[in-house]
């Protein structure tokens, strides 16, 4: 299915959105223990799902139970519900991993991670790395911090090059079907940006 699908399916299941981002929006289900992230295009969320595969068990990343494909390139991943982390201590922890501090299990995960960004910065394009801030630590519903979608795509460089050749875009990420359809585009972009996107991606 396309994540419009997948977005309906689960709603329709009892599930409730719950978050909008970037590249993804987010829905808790009806026992509050899971959250669903459904996105259309996000080639980075494939990286921090490998993370996750890698370091399974660590306390510092999400349980994953589900992780899917969509039809067009998009990802259907069911993650363990985590919520806002107190300020002070997602910037506490994000210091910690810039300054390579912490403890044991936040030092696997940053090893892992970088790891994983220099494999997939050698095979994506537009790939800009990890970016670690206080945003992307929540707070796992047993008390503990987890750290999430820590990769992240120059995405301003994919939509300019759409809009100057959507040529290249489609050979060089084949996944991008409904590159379109992420959040941020329809949140923070004019008539006109959107019509120009659309005119440039479906000519």
Known sequence: MT???????????????????????????????WAARVCPFDPAYAAFLELCRRRRG????PRVAVDSPLDGGGTLAVLEFLAPLETVRAEEVARQWRAGEGDVALADVRQAAAAVDAEFRARTP???GIDLNPGNLRQALDGRVAVI????????SVYAQVLQDAAVVRAKL???R??????????????????????????
């Open 149 to 156: 979608d820590v990769f992240c795509m120059d995405g301003a």
């Open 178 to 203: 409904h590159i379109l359809d992420i959040p941020y585009i329809a949140r923070e972009s004019t008539p006109e940006e959107i019509e120009a996107l659309r005119a440039a991606w479906y000519r």
């Open 126 to 128: 537009w790939w800009d």
């Open 58 to 61: 660590n306390p510092y990343l």
């Open 3 to 33: 994540h419009r699908e997948a977005t309906a399916e689960l709603v329709l299941a009892g599930w409730t959105p719950c978050g909008v981002g970037d590249w993804a929006i987010g829905l808790r289900s009806p026992d509050g223990l």
């Open 174 to 176: 084949p996944g991008s």
